[in-house]
Structure formats: structure tokens, C-alpha cells
């Protein structure tokens, strides 16, 4: 689903960034609509941008700097610049698959459907929160459930429910939109028990590459309190120039 | 009159009919021969189940840090984060008499991939000097050989092998998620090919030296998830691991000394159904055998009823004709049995030395995921041919008891002027 992809374009199209605020961000707007617009602003939408992974588990903590391109949803292309010892190791989405450069033994491994709920990077995402772009329209039903301040900041709230036949994990998906600017302020993913699983946060709202986006987005496990995955945007642009033959396994193990 | 000369009254009424008798004793007898078979073969089924679950991978005692069961958590390591100097470990587990061998493992979840196959495994470090002792699978690879420490090599399933389209000597990748969150990655050679016959085990588990596993996810040589032990009998895994907990608790680590009972109840399950069941079978048969004699007897107390009435107008009580026929079927159970065991005893001692192959009829079966040889394999259970003996002449002394009474109330005058 839309909220987590750590791509760029992936930041706008959670966020509905790169929307105008609405000039009356106070009427009623219905929800279908809200996220249909976050949809179409993806479409087509290209990106290149240098964020910062801090992994923080229960056994060590980790932080990765990586560069990733993205071509609107189904493309995008991540490699680690640092630590020295896993540069070069990139990973490549096309599409619905997912493939793992791995520069030490110079191969790349497709990722089998059977690993797609497996930790990405030994991040607390997933390698299906990369290729699972927005479907929110086709896979949710979208409600809202909440117009109104929460500790002074006007916000939308949603709930969003899988249709039965979506391959989703998750029993629905609570999200909070800021009014003033469309800002995403967190998602609670819900299991099918209605237990909360994650919760998602984005912070840290600022201009990057000429777009107002949340620069931070954190990813927390409901089970393990103490760890958590935080992904840093440093630089980001938008529309740049870029193919879809970009996205190659060429272009996957080169090491520029 | 001594009970001697009771039977010996009773084994002459036998002859008789000699063809009678012969065919019901013998009917008996094969009914004494199919229960103490089919107890032993239902028990053999049993045994060579819990063999195989306790021989072929896992040991019958396994040996785990204290939180590593159930999730087995790559950081769960006996000794905790620091380890543990497993050659003492082992040493301290092998000096319990009971145990036969014991041999470390490390296990990872990760990725084995060749070309443009990939295959989500679980990788599985051993010692290749150790392992062979205990664990049967690796006995006969299908291909190749062991895996040598420090080289990079490694053992794959049949399946595996099937899937990824690789051979002994090929070079693979293998992706680990490290202890210290980095991707361990590594080309292996493959060394050889396994076959254990169990499909899940066949195309999911990678094998290799527990060094090389250690070095893949970055984990301090000190850090084993599991000791394996293996007994000299798995009905014996469970006080052994109660002394092996004994033994390693003054260590101080946290550990749990789990038998395969623990880890496998339901194949605990199994054998105490298999044991209640051959109850019924037992009834089953003897309740059939029971009928038999009963119509026999009948037949030949109705057959001697003026003989009964002149014992009777003689004098003679009805509780000594009772005892005339009770006797009578004594002899018939006494004569049943020797040929029972005459035809049981040595046909259990043959199969169960040279238990005929069935693979030509069943290919190989797999039940509660472990792998049974198709032989036609018996157990000896003494007490179980004892037991059914007893049963055997209860059962003949039951069935005679009512042809007995109706023999003790024949009516005199009537009986013998009625001709």
C-alpha cells in the first residue's frame, strides 16, 4: 500500500504531496476523492534522491545511506552508498518483482514470492511494502472516520479496508491527513484481529527538490516497542529524465 | 480327584472327534497367532516411526538456550549473546552414559539461489566429523560427499537440486540475514546432494559446516543454537534428558534439555493409541474364537447327553460334570495354545530378523512427517504373547461355560429313556 514505499515517488504519492492545499481545506471532502488525487499526482511521476536508513532492533542498530531513482510506481532502483562494506548492494523493483544485487559474489537474486513478507535490507519493512504501490482505490475501501482538530491541527482520518479479494495483509489501515497541507501524519496498520501490527509516522514536513514533502517517515512494529525504522530524506528532485529500460538488471549491478 | 486327572479326563473326551478337535484348536490357534502378530506389527509401525523421527534429522534429545523454542530466534544461542565454549559443552553432554553421540548445529533462515532460481531454505550448520554419528540422513547422499569446514561448500536436498537445475560441484548463492543486520551473502560450492525422502526437509534445507555458517551471519564461533543427542533408545531420550539437565545446570546458562517426547507428542500420541488399540484387537479375535468353542462344545455336550445322564443317574454331581466339560475345554485351550505358539513363536523370530521389503507394493510412505521404511517390521512384546495366551484359555473356559450348565442339567429318566 501506498503509506510505506520509501521511493520518492513513493514519499509524494503517500503523502498526496505536490497537491496544492485545497483553498478550503476545512469543507468536507470526500475521501474517495482525497485519495484518488494522491493517486493520480504518482502517475507518471519521477524521482532521484539520497535518504538515510536507521535500523534500530532489540540485537544491533544500524544506519545505510542509499541512493534511489524511481520511475512512477512500478519502477525503482535502490543502492547503498555506505556503510563501505555493503556498497553496491542494490536492490531493484520492476513490476511486482523484486531483485537483490549482491556485489561481494557479483550475482543478482530474484526474491521468491514465498520471502515477499520477509524484512527488506533487515529493515522493519517489508520487500512487498516496495512493489505494493498505491492500489488504494482498487484494494481499499476508503472511509472517513474523523473531520476535525486533534491537539490543534485540523486532520482527516480514514479507515481503510481491504476488499476481501485484495491480496492484503492487513484487516485495515487507519490514516490521519493533516488539512492544511495534506500532509500524511501516521498509518496504523491493523491485523486481521483488529490488533494494531505498525504504525507508520511522517515528520519533519519541508521543501525538497521544489516539493513540500515530509522528509522523515518512521516505521515502528507494535510487538517490539523498541525498534523501529527510520528512513531520512537528504536530497530529493522530482521529473527527472529518466527510462524505463533504467531499470534494468544491467543497470542493477552497476556500481557508478 | 486331582486336577491332573480332571484334564486327563477332559484331554481324552478331546479325542473324541479328533478331526473336530483338531479344526477348532487350530482355529484358535491361528486367532492366538494373528493377535500377537498384528500387536507386533502395529507396535513395529510405532517403533520404526519413532526411529525415524528421532534418527533421520533431529535427535532424540535436543539441547536449546532456554527461550529458543518455540520462535528459534537466530539470537537465542546457548550461553546467550557471549556463548558458550561448545567442545566443553559437548564433552560434558557425551560423558552421560546413555548418550551416544552429540553434535552442534546453527540454523538460519535464507536464500539459496543458482541463476535465475532462488529457493527460500533454511541453512543448517553441522559438524561433519560429529553429525554422521547421529543423524541418519546425511549416511547416504545421492550424490557427493560431506561438506569440508572452511571451503565454502554445502549439501542440498534432492528437491532443492531439482529446482534450482544444479549438480554436485556447481557454485551457488546463499543470502543470510546476519546476526549484526547486514546480508550475509556467499557463493558455496555444492558438495553433495541429500535425500531424506521427507518432501519439506528435501526442498528447504541447505547443510553445511557449522564454521562456514557462522562466518555467512555473523555469528562468534561460540555461538551454537543446538546440541543434538542421540540415545542408545528413544525410550530412554526422556530420563536421559532429565539427567543432562541435571548435569548442565551448574553451569549456569539457561538452558532447556527437551526429549523428543516433549518435542513430539503427538508421536507420543501415536504409540499410547497404538497401545490401547491392540486391546480392542485382541478382543476382537478372541470374542470371534470364543464363539467357535462355544459352538463346538455345545455340538459335543449335546452329542454325549445320555452319556451325562447315566453319570448323573450314577450319582455323579452336576458340578462334576461341569467340570468334566470345563475341563474338556481347558484341554482344548492348552492344545490350542502350543500349536498357537508353535506356528507364532518361530514366524515372529523370522520376520522380525528378516522383515520382508514391501517397497515393491508401497514405494515409501511418510506419516506425521517422517519417513518409514516399507518393511513389514515386528516387534517382539513377551508380555503381550503371555497376555494373549491367558486370554486364549479364559476365553475357552468362557465359552464352555454355558454348554457346561445346559450338560449339568440334562434330565436323567428323560434323557435315557427318551431313545
Do not use: C
Not at chain 1, 149 to 156: E, F, L, P, S
Not at chain 2, 248 to 259: M, N, R, S
Request: aromatic content about 8%; cysteine-free.
Amino acid at each position: 500500500m501506498n503509506g510505506i514505499s520509501i521511493t520518492a515517488a513513493g514519499v509524494v504519492a503517500t503523502l498526496g504531496l505536490g497537491m496544492a492545499p485545497p483553498a478550503g481545506a476545512q469543507t468536507l471532502v470526500a475521501a474517495r476523492e482525497i485519495i484518488e488525487r494522491v493517486d493520480q499526482v504518482l502517475r507518471g511521476d519521477s524521482s532521484h534522491g539520497v535518504f538515510r536508513m536507521e535500523v534500530v532492533t532489540e540485537h544491533w542498530e544500524r544506519e545505510l545511506v542509499m541512493e534511489t531513482w524511481s520511475l512512477g510506481t512500478d519502477y525503482s532502483l535502490v543502492r547503498v552508498q555506505s556503510p563501505v562494506r555493503e556498497a553496491g548492494t542494490a536492490t531493484l523493483m520492476a513490476d511486482d518483482d523484486i531483485w537483490n544485487y549482491l556485489p561481494k559474489v557479483d550475482r543478482a537474486i530474484k526474491i521468491p514470492a514465498s520471502m515477499m513478507a520477509g524484512a527488506w535490507m533487515g529493515s522493519h519493512f517489508t520487500n512487498d511494502d516496495l512493489v505494493k504501490e498505491s492500489q488504494l482505490i482498487k484494494d481499499y475501501d476508503i472511509e472517513l472516520t474523523y473531520d476535525g482538530d486533534r491537539n490543534g491541527v485540523a486532520v482527516w482520518e480514514f479507515r481503510l479496508t481491504p476488499h476481501p479479494e485484495a491480496a492484503v495483509v492487513w484487516g485495515y489501515v487507519d490514516y490521519q491527513v493533516r488539512q492544511v497541507d495534506y500532509m500524511p501524519l501516521f498509518a496504523r496498520y491493523y491485523d486481521e484481529d483488529g490488533a494494531l501490527a505498525r504504525t507508520m509516522r511522517w515528520s519533519d514536513f519541508r521543501d525538497l527538490g521544489g516539493r513540500f514533502v515530509p522528509a522523515v517517515m518512521e516505521m515502528q512494529p507494535a510487538d517490539k516497542p523498541k525498534e523501529r525504522t527510520k528512513v531520512v530524506y537528504e536530497e530529493l528532485e522530482f521529473n527527472i529524465d529518466i527510462e524505463p529500460s533504467f531499470f534494468s538488471l544491467q543497470m542493477l549491478k552497476s556500481r557508478r | 480327584m486331582s486336577p491332573n486327572t480332571w484334564l486327563r479326563i477332559g484331554w481324552r473326551n478331546l479325542w473324541r472327534h479328533p478331526t473336530r478337535t483338531a479344526i477348532t484348536a487350530l482355529g484358535l490357534a491361528v486367532g492366538y497367532f494373528a493377535v500377537v502378530f498384528i500387536v507386533g506389527w502395529t507396535e513395529g509401525i510405532a517403533a520404526e516411526m519413532v526411529e525415524n523421527a528421532t534418527s533421520l534429522v533431529s535427535g532424540q534429545i535436543e539441547i536449546h538456550a532456554g527461550e529458543y523454542r518455540p520462535e528459534r530466534s537466530l539470537y537465542e544461542t546457548i550461553g546467550g549473546r557471549n556463548g558458550t565454549d561448545v567442545s566443553e559443552l559437548l564433552q560434558a553432554v557425551s560423558a552421560d552414559p546413555a548418550v551416544v553421540a552429540v553434535a552442534p548445529r546453527v540454523y538460519a533462515g535464507g536464500l539459496i539461489s543458482s541463476g535465475d532460481a532462488t529457493s527460500a531454505g533454511m541453512l543448517m550448520g553441522i559438524d561433519p566429523l560429529l553429525e554422521p554419528n547421529l543423524s541418519r540422513f546425511l549416511d547416504e547422499l545421492s550424490d557427493g560427499r560431506l561438506p569440508i569446514t572452511g571451503r565454502n561448500e554445502l549439501l542440498i536436498g534432492e528437491e532443492m537440486a531439482r529446482q534450482l537445475v544444479v549438480e554436485v560441484g556447481d557454485e551457488i548463492v546463499v543470502v543470510a540475514p546476519g546476526a549484526d543486520g547486514s546480508m550475509g551473502n556467499d557463493l558455496f560450492q555444492i558438495a553433495g546432494i541429500f535425500r531424506t525422502g521427507l518432501a519439506e526437509i528435501d526442498a528447504s534445507f541447505g547443510v553445511l559446516p557449522v564454521a562456514d555458517l557462522q562466518a555467512l551471519i555473523v555469528l562468534d564461533p561460540g555461538r551454537i543454537h543446538e546440541l543434538v543427542v542421540s540415545t542408545a533408545d528413544p525410550w530412554i531420550a526422556e530420563e536421559t534428558a532429565e539427567r543432562l539437565a541435571d548435569l548442565l545446570a551448574p553451569i549456569g546458562l539457561d538452558i532447556e534439555v527437551a526429549p523428543w517426547t516433549e518435542l513430539r507428542p503427538e508421536m507420543v500420541e501415536y504409540v499410547s493409541l497404538v497401545d490401547s488399540f491392540y486391546f480392542i484387537i485382541i478382543g476382537v479375535v478372541f470374542v470371534i474364537a470364543m464363539l467357535g468353542v462355544a459352538n463346538t462344545m455345545l455340538m459335543s455336550t449335546f452329542e454325549r447327553r445320555r452319556e451325562f445322564a447315566v453319570m448323573l443317574a450314577l450319582g455323579a454331581t452336576p458340578v462334576k460334570v461341569v467340570m468334566v466339560v470345563l475341563h474338556e475345554a481347558a484341554a482344548m485351550g492348552l492344545l490350542s495354545l502350543v500349536i498357537g505358539s508353535g506356528i507364532t513363536i518361530p514366524i515372529m523370530i523370522w520376520w522380525h530378523n528378516a522383515p520382508p521389503d514391501m517397497s515393491w507394493l508401497y514405494g515409501e510412505l511418510t506419516a506425521f512427517g517422517t519417513l518409514m521404511r516399507p518393511t513389514l517390521r515386528v516387534e517382539y512384546n513377551v508380555s503381550v504373547w503371555i497376555q494373549a495366551g491367558l486370554a486364549l484359555l479364559v476365553t475357552a473356559l468362557l465359552a464352555a461355560l454355558y454348554p457346561a450348565a445346559r450338560a449339568a442339567r440334562v434330565p436323567p429318566a428323560d434323557t435315557l429313556s427318551g431313545v
